[in-house]
């Protein structure tokens, strides 16, 4: 079965930083994209990051480039997403999914196309 499990959310300052881990099973990291998105109350789900461990293709939003890194660990079990300088913006419930191996670089950010979930993880972002 194709599980992913999200950790390391949590309350940080403005400024701060977190890393945020996505352990997988069931499935293997060379055949899939996997993204991270985000939730805030009341507003849509949108694309944060994504990795295509294959080639280690990366991705990011214009709203968190330049703050945000995406990674692997070696044994393809574990995707992280490094934050940085985080503001109040950031707030929200980070998920980890599963999507094609074949997402395109147009379409890596659009929930729709990701299958399998995460249960996701809380970030406050708050002095």
């Known amino acids: 079965q194709v599980q992913l499990v999200e950790s390391g959310g949590g309350l940080v300052q403005p400024g701060g930083s977190l890393r945020l881990s996505c352990a997988v099973s069931?499935?293997?990291?060379?055949?899939?994209?996997i993204g991270w998105f985000r939730q805030a109350p009341g507003k849509e789900r949108e694309g944060v990051s994504g990795?295509?461990?294959?080639?280690?293709?990366?991705y990011y939003a214009d709203s968190v480039k330049g703050r945000f890194t995406i990674s692997r660990n070696n044994a393809k079990t574990t995707v992280y997403l490094q934050m940085d300088s985080l503001k109040p913006e950031d707030t929200a419930v980070y998920y980890c999914?599963?999507?094609?191996?074949?997402?395109?670089?147009?379409?890596?950010?659009?929930?729709?196309?990701?299958?399998?979930w995460g249960q996701g993880t809380q970030v406050t972002v708050s002095s």
């Open positions: 999914a599963r999507g094609p191996l074949g997402t395109s670089t147009t379409n890596w950010g659009k929930p729709l196309l990701y299958g399998t």
């Open positions: 069931g499935f293997s990291l060379d055949y899939a994209t």
């Open positions: 990795i295509k461990s294959r080639d280690d293709s990366t």
